[in-house]
């Protein structure tokens, strides 16, 4: 059976730094894009950022580039989110995702909000206060 569990999540104020990770078990992700969605209260999942199998590309939502970096550990079946400069409306709770298809533009926005992924995790919560 396959899971997917983040962890770092916290309580953090603004401008403060939160690295996630998540960890994948019951199959080898190696060959599969992985990412990161939130879902704050009462808001639809939004898309946040996604790393190719081989990590050669990554893609960001608007809200959070420049600001977050996505990298994983194939040797660990782990995928990262470093998440500096955090502003109250970054409050969500955070989870990974695994998907054959890696996905750029307006695709990331739409599974994340309405199609889903092969599989994802049960999140992490992100405060941030002000």
């Known amino acids: 059976q396959v899971h997917l569990v983040e962890s770092g999540g916290g309580l953090v104020q603004a401008g403060g730094s939160l690295r996630l990770s998540c960890v994948a078990s019951?199959?080898?992700?190696?060959?599969?894009?992985m990412g990161w969605f939130r879902q704050a209260p009462g808001k639809e999942r939004e898309f946040v950022a996604a790393i190719s199998w081989s990590a050669d590309r990554t893609y960001y939502a608007d809200s959070v580039k420049g600001r977050f970096a996505i990298t994983r550990d194939n040797a660990k079946n782990t995928v990262y989110l470093q998440m500096n400069s955090l502003k109250p409306e970054d409050t969500a709770v955070y989870s990974c995702?695994?998907?054959?298809?890696?996905?750029?533009?307006?695709?990331?926005?739409?599974?994340?909000?309405?199609?889903?992924?092969?599989?994802w995790g049960q999140g992490t919560q992100v405060t941030v206060s002000s």
């Open positions: 019951g199959r080898d992700f190696s060959t599969y894009a």
């Open positions: 995702y695994g998907d054959e298809n890696y996905c750029s533009g307006y695709v990331c926005y739409h599974r994340a909000a309405y199609l889903g992924y092969d599989y």
